[in-house]
Nanobody
Framework: VQLQASGGGVVQAGGSLRLSCAAS????????MGWFRRGPGKERESVAA??????RTYSADSVKGRFTISRDNATVYLQMDSLKPEDTAVYYC????????????WGQGTQVTVSS
């Protein structure tokens, strides 16, 4: 199983980036997919998640109204708008089956740097 994240980069505050995560190696029917991030000197935090059907989504309060999660089958996207320097982090995608508590498939991470 592989989760391949891409789309990170360097952007000025107020700019936008779109992250993608392509899942392969098995069928991901029924899997919830999520985005996490770990900023410099910070603990990993959940950013957003989306159910298999795409009907249910979750966004952390810190990104609500600025980030949008979506998916197309086994590919999940994170549209990040109005980026702030505090959004600087390594972003990881992850997958878990249904409503299980823990994610157990993880991607390699993609760096997002927002300059002020």
């Amino acid at each position: 199983v592989q989760l391949q994240a891409s789309g990170g980069g360097v952007v000025q505050a107020g700019g936008s980036l779109r992250l993608s995560c392509a899942a392969s190696g098995r069928t991901f029917s029924g899997y919830t997919m999520g985005w996490f991030r770990r900023g410099p000197g910070k603990e990993r935090e959940s950013v957003a998640a989306i159910s298999w059907s795409g009907v249910r989504t979750y966004s952390a309060d810190s990104v609500k109204g600025r980030f949008t999660i979506s998916r197309d089958n086994a590919t999940v996207y994170l549209q990040m708008d109005s980026l702030k320097p505090e959004d600087t982090a390594v972003y990881y995608c992850a997958a878990k089956y249904g409503g299980l508590k823990e994610y157990y498939y993880w991607g390699q991470g993609t760096q997002v740097t927002v300059s002020s």
